[in-house]
């Protein structure tokens, strides 16, 4: 594929990803005028290089761990994956769900042609998900009414037996 190929607007779902990619590798790996001649790549190293706290990625270097959440978490009874700094492994479940709603949503419904159309879609699957969707760990029943089932039992007046 070539830049004649492929005029500014130009739908990219008639192409393969190798071919996508492998513009996007070329685009991001050409020498620019604006930063001397160097590729960006070499630029970012430079920068890297010298140590430069703009452009470390706190995320990976020390992960945020919500005490409200853990609170939260405890109270509620749930074992909290959240240990020390750094292995919050809440991220696992959050970085899954997005490579389903990914998966089974955006990429199947391509092209998108507005913002509005991609929020409509995904309001329209979390409710899917959470009234409809049947769960097996929930015992085959929708999130929400398995919630609702939880609270009314955790509400209900506790009869004590005597031995």
């Known amino acids: 594929m070539t830049n004649t190929e492929a005029p500014k607007g130009t739908d990219p779902s008639r192409w393969s990803v190798e071919d996508l ?29 010298l140590d430069n ?7 990976e270097l ?11 978490l405890d109270a509620a009874g749930v074992a909290a994956s959240i240990g020390s700094v750094g292995d919050a492994y809440d991220n696992v479940l959050m970085e899954s769900m997005i490579g389903l709603f990914q998966t ?9 042609k507005t913002l509005s159309q991609v929020e409509l879609a995904t309001a329209e699957r979390i409710d899917w998900y959470c009234h409809r ?22 509400t209900k007046p506790q009869v004590k037996t005597t031995i």
């Open 21 to 49: 990619e492998a513009v996007a590798y070329a685009l991001n790996n050409r020498p620019r005028k604006i930063l001397g001649w160097k590729t960006p790549a070499e630029v970012f190293e430079q920068l890297r290089s």
């Open 53 to 59: 706290p703009m452009l470390r990625r706190p995320v």
């Open 62 to 72: 020390a992960q945020y761990t919500s005490f409200k959440l853990a609170e939260h």
């Open 104 to 112: 089974e949503l955006i990429k199947q419904r391509r092209p998108w």
């Open 133 to 154: 969707r049947l769960h097996g760990e929930t015992g085959h029943v929708p999130l929400v009414e398995y919630e609702t089932n939880y609270y009314t039992e955790l």
